[in-house]
Nanobody, 115 residues
Framework: QVQLVESGGGLVQPGGSLRLSCATSATIFKTYVMGWYRQAPGNERELVASVTTGGNANYGDSVKGRFTISRDNAKNTVYLQMNSLKPEDTAVYYC?????????WGQGTQVTVSS
């Protein structure tokens, strides 16, 4: 049962932008905190950004000022707008929602920042 559908990853040059999307059901969207983690090869999964049902956002230190997380209530979708991308942003990005103290994950989408 697929609960999170991610899209928007790809290859971009340093300094460029990408927007990731994570679509879900209305029940999940209206009930749980959602957001994005990322994992680069050899690294642990790290929080990129999260957003509450009320729209309060939280960001990892490495992306503050460059990335913006938002919610589209009409589409039950969470977006991650990524600007001023750097090679160190290269990773698989995972959408998640938090339920009963644990994260439920999407399938992941690859973001590669390279010239």
């Amino acid at each position: 049962q697929v609960q999170l559908v991610e899209s928007g990853g790809g290859l971009v040059q340093p300094g460029g932008s990408l927007r990731l999307s994570c679509a879900t059901s209305a029940t999940i969207f209206k009930t749980y905190v959602m957001g994005w983690y990322r994992q680069a090869p050899g690294n642990e999964r790290e929080l990129v950004a999260s957003v509450t049902t009320g729209g309060n956002a939280n960001y990892g230190d490495s992306v503050k000022g460059r990335f913006t997380i938002s919610r589209d209530n009409a589409k039950n979708t969470v977006y991650l707008q990524m600007n001023s991308l750097k090679p160190e942003d290269t990773a698989v990005y995972y959408c998640y929602f938090r339920i009963l103290g644990r994260n439920s994950w999407g399938q992941g989408t690859q973001v590669t920042v390279s010239s």
